[in-house]
């Protein structure tokens, strides 16, 4: 009797998976950034999604039918997107869309679906659907229903909690679609905040050497200096901020980049006293649940596929992304648009990023941007990044984990 | 032929293609990839009238493709312009600023030439991420609305069929001077601008003419871009692979006469379509580099010198 069990157990097992292999694959849909500009985060968010397909798929499946991911790379080309979504749709015949990574590869896709009457989950978008304003849009990045005012809110919440109070700001960014976006965001923040605005330009993003522009916005002498940049102008700026000694009491905003392993191996010590956008810090405060298992599993894959091998940023949110699809069509129990678009409107979502509930726009009801302070960075390693400590929240007060630590200049080491 | 036949003969082809694969096709996928490749053959047919015909290489296709992009644009804002205006102002005012680019730096001839088109990318770059109204580095939206016109089942369809047009147009536009004694003249240059100059060929008007009519079809060939994607920014407008793809279609096709580019875009702009979605995009990079090289190596005059260089071979003395 005894070795008849396991026997037993196993042929329900296989008869179970042999079920779910049997039904037709629930096909979802993707263009993928996996080589261009946006190549790297693009294979990491793919690795994700590929994470929660298995996840998935070993428990059985999406209604009882196994995920398949069916993606292209659109070499973060917004001119590849069209087509591709197409193919996915009308070749491919997919059951579910989401999109690639950014803006400018999402907002391509949105009047296919709008067309095809697709609900569509986004990842990481500023505001794309403004102008569309289709109401089966959702986006993953936790800025909130206003992302530009959102995104930059809490550099400027931080500011004001100085004593004195600042009075005056520089604001800088890349000529490009997100800086543009941020520093449009943070304007409405300056006002709000009664600053005055004493250096606020761009650049082009060809730009190779900042110190000419930091040297320009010290002659200024702000309280505050908030920048809007790419990955490599965020290296750039900060670099040159040390090289010049920028002195100021706080510096740093929504840069790009500084999330990413080799942004934070690569700068290492020159991080310190900056003030930055982030997504996800390892700090006491931020307990979202499953996002600890999550990156412990993810780690190690990305380290071998030579991906960041931290994914603080995108990962967990590519992850999340899909954790809500998958919840929304388990609940609607078919493959309904409509039904669908509606369930992810109407109920609050648990996922490693935590909770999540949608405004009418498809944005985050509730923005959770983290500000964080980079201090206590010794060297160029990696391990230090994963330690808490080293990425104070700041703001939002509900994830807070220490205060801030100003003048800039005297906290830069 | 005559040109008003050939000219005839190819807007009715590319009728009964639109017409037929509309009938035909369901799936929009097929007009969304075939869309891509005829705007490549409008760029590439366009780019050759200077480079090829003339033996001005123009690395400033992407820029002219941008006017018309963004002309749309700005008609778009002002009074949501129907699409058939978006593309005549987009083609005049490509045609005027390629006749302004012209008669600025058609004194410069070779690498000096093909660097001021160059640098003339990257000022009109420069302005239009500076210019707020036409969303700056920020982009731009032009939202399709309504049914798509004409009986059309999506908009997808509609712009293929007027691609289709202005594709026919363009190459019916390349015959023609190809073969008028304004060819002749543009060839007389391309072989010895100096000896051309001595022949009594008005150089510099006829280098005006193929700056103004290259630069048009660029334009024409962006007009519907806006359309297209819904969702213009300049990085990716004024991106180099519109540069590069222009010359390279030539290139391969064989640049001295009006078919070249078709057979290359047809060929370069089909493969990358049919590479994109079924190998990695590394490989599409490099499968389109290695055909590159050996068309250089190989058929230096592309496939229609090629061609017709097997045929005088075989042909009996």
């Known amino acids: 009797m005894d070795r008849r069990h396991p026997s037993v157990a196993a042929a329900l097992a296989l008869a179970v998976s042999f079920s779910a292999v049997a039904q037709e694959p629930l096909k979802i849909g993707f263009s993928m950034s996996l080589t261009g500009p946006l190549g790297g985060n693009g294979r990491a968010a793919l690795l994700a999604m590929q994470m929660w397909a298995e996840d998935v798929n070993t428990k059985g499946g999406l209604l009882g039918r196994p995920i398949r991911l069916v993606y292209y790379d659109d070499q973060t080309n917004p001119a590849n997107v069209p087509g591709l979504y197409t193919k996915l749709l009308d070749i491919d015949k997919v059951d579910l869309i989401v999109s690639s990574y950014g803006t400018n590869v999402i907002a391509p896709a949105i009047p296919i679906a709008m067309q095809r009457k697709m609900a569509f989950m986004t990842l990481f978008g500023t505001n794309p659907n403004a102008k569309f304003k289709y109401d089966r849009y959702f986006q993953i990045m936790p800025n909130g229903p206003d992302p530009a005012v959102g995104l930059t809110k809490g550099f400027f919440e931080v500011a004001m909690t100085m004593d004195p109070k600042p009075k005056t700001v520089a604001l800088v960014g890349a000529d490009a679609e997100y800086p543009h976006a941020a520093l449009e965001g943070a304007r409405t923040n300056v006002k709000a905040a009664g600053l005055q605005v004493l250096y606020d330009k761009t650049y082009p993003m060809s730009t190779t050497d900042f110190t000419p522009i930091v040297r320009a916005i010290q002659a200024t002498n702000p309280d505050l200096v908030f920048v809007a940049s790419y990955p490599p102008d965020s290296a750039g700026i900060v670099r040159a901020a040390n090289e010049v000694a920028l002195k100021t009491r706080q510096f740093g905003g929504a840069m790009i980049g500084v999330q990413y392993a080799t942004l934070k191996t690569q700068l290492g010590p020159l991080l ?58 388990q609940r609607v129990g078919k493959i309904d648009q409509a039904k669908i678009a509606e369930d992810i409107h109407s109920h609050e979502f648990t996922t490693v990023v935590g909770n999540v509930r949608f405004a009418k726009n498809g944005e985050w009801a509730e923005g959770r941007p983290l500000y964080v302070q980079y201090r206590g960075i010794r060297g160029n390693g990696l391990e230090e990044w994963k330690k808490p400590g080293h990425e104070v929240v700041l703001w939002p007060a509900r994830w807070k984990s220490g205060d801030l630590l100003h003048p800039y200049d005297q906290h830069r080491k | 032929m005559k040109t008003s036949s050939f000219t005839a003969i190819a807007l009715c082809t590319a009728l009964l293609v639109a017409g037929t694969t509309s009938a035909l096709v369901t799936n929009d996928y097929f007009f969304s990839a075939s869309y891509t490749v005829l705007q490549f053959v409008v760029l590439a047919t366009a780019w050759n009238i200077l480079g090829g015909f003339t033996g001005y290489v123009n690395f400033g296709s992407a820029a002219f493709f941008a006017l018309g992009a963004y002309s749309s644009i700005v008609l778009d804002k002002l009074f949501e312009a129907p699409i058939t205006l978006s593309i005549l102002s987009g083609t005049a005012v490509a045609a005027l600023v390629g006749l302004g680019m012209g008669y600025l730096t058609l004194r410069l001839r070779g690498v000096f030439f093909a660097i001021a088109t160059l640098a003339f990318a990257e000022v009109l770059f420069t302005f239009v991420v500076n210019w707020d109204y036409v969303g700056g580095a920020r982009g731009a939206y032009v939202v399709l609305q309504g049914r798509p016109p004409l009986g059309f089942r999506s908009f997808v369809q509609f712009l293929f069929a007027i691609m289709a047009l202005m594709a026919a147009g363009a190459v019916a536009i390349a015959r023609f001077v190809q073969t008028s004694t304004l060819g002749l003249g543009l060839a007389a240059i391309r072989d010895d601008e100096v000896a051309a100059e001595c022949s009594g060929v008005p150089t510099l008007r006829l280098k005006l003419v193929s700056t103004t009519v290259s630069g048009g079809l660029m334009g024409m060939a962006g007009a519907t871009f806006p359309y297209f994607l819904s969702y213009v920014e300049p990085h990716g407008v004024f991106s180099l692979s519109y540069a590069v793809n222009s010359i390279a279609m030539p290139l391969i096709g064989g640049m001295y006469d009006w078919a070249g580019p078709v057979i290359g875009a047809l060929l370069l702009g089909g493969l990358q379509q049919v590479l994109q979605v079924n190998v990695s995009a590394d490989w599409n990079l490099f499968l389109v580099g290695a055909l590159l090289v050996v068309f250089v190596t190989i058929a230096p005059h592309g496939i229609m010198g090629w061609t017709f260089r097997r045929g005088r071979r075989a042909r009996p003395t």
């Open chain 1, 272 to 329: 310190n006293g900056v003030v930055a956008w982030e997504v996800y810090a390892p700090e006491p405060t931020i307990k979202f649940p499953g996002v600890e298992e999550f990156l412990a599993r993810y780690q190690p894959l990305a380290a071998a596929q030579q991906l960041d091998p931290l994914g603080f940023f995108l990962p967990p949110y590519a992850y999340a992304m899909m954790q809500i699809v998958g919840e929304a069509v």
